[in-house]
């Protein structure tokens, strides 16, 4: 792999290296906390730059409301490492980092052990292929490879892809019908849960039949990130350019956890009616760039 930043400003070079510090500062502290000594063990064994910085491709335009994001993968030395519990500090100083300095580009992570990494591989899946083909090695620990990656067939790929699409399509069409259901009846905040676990769902089928794979995540707006890099008609389904927009979006995000547990969480009618009229729209779109891939030869 890479391990060349040439192509990248000085000032890019720079936000990278704090990254770093940070990644290894906070991943130190999270440890000391820990009882167990087989807790205490964790260890950052590489540091991988990928997508559109490490391709040279990326865009920086606060005036237009795009700038492109640093995509880390982090790998440890056990599954136990990649729990969010140990990166809640990471998390924390970069989102600071952008509400200090929203014009910055943003640093977003994920984390995998190397087994699993290995594993990924050695199952042709692309989206681990493709970091490893085009990513930067930011910081690598000696002894600790990857394995050679095992490309899938064609064959083999259509059939899992297709797979993936005829699960969680029909699964997210399910939780829509629900909660139309449920909004006639009355039951918002239910209403709320269930549009909230059809666009999880497919934005998850989008991740799986494009690249199959798709993070532990149930966060929409990370998801709706990663599946709008991946084919930007997505980025139709949600409209940001009014302030109502995004409040409304925000509100559907939280509702994961708010409109089932919490006695605050307020949602009427009329906002449930235009999330569910967004929600048909991601529908359609979902439906139409995932059939796209399953026809392509």
């Known amino acids: 792999?890479?391990?060349?930043?040439?192509?990248?400003?000085?000032?890019?070079?720079?936000?990278?290296?704090?990254?770093?510090?940070?990644?290894?500062?906070?991943?130190?502290?999270?440890?000391?906390?820990?009882?167990?000594?087989?807790?205490?063990?964790?260890?950052?064994?590489?540091?991988?730059?990928?997508?559109?910085?490490?391709?040279?491709?990326a865009v920086r335009d606060p005036a237009?409301?795009?700038?492109?994001?640093?995509?880390?993968?982090v790998?440890?030395?056990?599954?136990?490492?990649?729990?969010?519990?140990y990166w809640e500090g990471v998390n924390d100083r970069f989102l600071r980092r952008g509400l200090v300095n929203p014009s910055r580009h943003p640093f977003?992570?994920?984390?995998?052990?190397?087994?699993?990494?290995?594993?990924?591989?050695?199952?042709?899946?692309?989206?681990?292929m493709d970091i490893v083909r085009e990513g930067i090695v930011l910081y690598e620990a000696e002894g600790h490879p990857f394995v050679e990656p095992q490309p899938l067939s064609p064959e083999t790929a259509h059939e899992e892809a297709q797979s993936y699409f005829d699960e969680w399509f029909s699964s997210a069409t399910g939780f829509f019908d629900t909660a139309g259901y449920a909004l006639k009846q009355g039951r918002l905040k239910e209403?709320?849960?269930?549009?909230?676990?059809?666009?999880?769902?497919?934005y998850h089928c989008t991740l799986l039949v494009l690249t199959l794979y798709t993070p532990k995540l149930h966060d929409i707006q990370e998801l709706r990130r990663r599946c709008e890099k991946l084919d930007p008609r997505l980025i139709e389904a949600w409209p940001r350019d009014t302030r109502r927009a995004r409040r409304?979006?925000?509100k559907l995000r939280r509702a994961y956890v708010d409109a089932r547990y919490s006695k605050h969480y307020e949602?009427?009618?009329?906002?449930?009616?235009?999330?569910?009229?967004?929600?048909?729209?991601?529908?359609?779109?979902?439906?139409?760039?995932?059939?796209?891939?399953?026809?392509?030869p």
């Open 64 to 73: 237009g409301g795009y700038i492109s994001d640093y995509d880390l993968l």
């Open 248 to 250: 409304f979006f925000q």
């Open 191 to 202: 209403a709320a849960f269930q549009y909230h676990q059809a666009t999880e769902r497919l």
């Open 1 to 57: 792999m890479r391990s060349d930043l040439d192509h990248l400003p000085l000032r890019q070079q720079a936000d990278l290296r704090w990254a770093l510090d940070v990644l290894f500062a906070e991943f130190e502290e999270a440890l000391k906390g820990k009882l167990s000594e087989k807790r205490k063990q964790g260890r950052i064994l590489k540091v991988i730059l990928y997508g559109s910085q490490a391709r040279g491709k």
């Open 267 to 296: 949602i009427d009618a009329e906002e449930l009616t235009w999330l569910g009229e967004r929600v048909a729209v991601l529908q359609d779109l979902v439906r139409t760039v995932c059939e796209e891939r399953l026809k392509a």
């Open 75 to 85: 790998v440890v030395n056990n599954e136990e490492f990649t729990d969010t519990e």
């Open 108 to 128: 977003h992570f994920i984390v995998h052990s190397l087994a699993d990494m290995n594993d990924q591989l050695a199952r042709g899946r692309y989206f681990f």
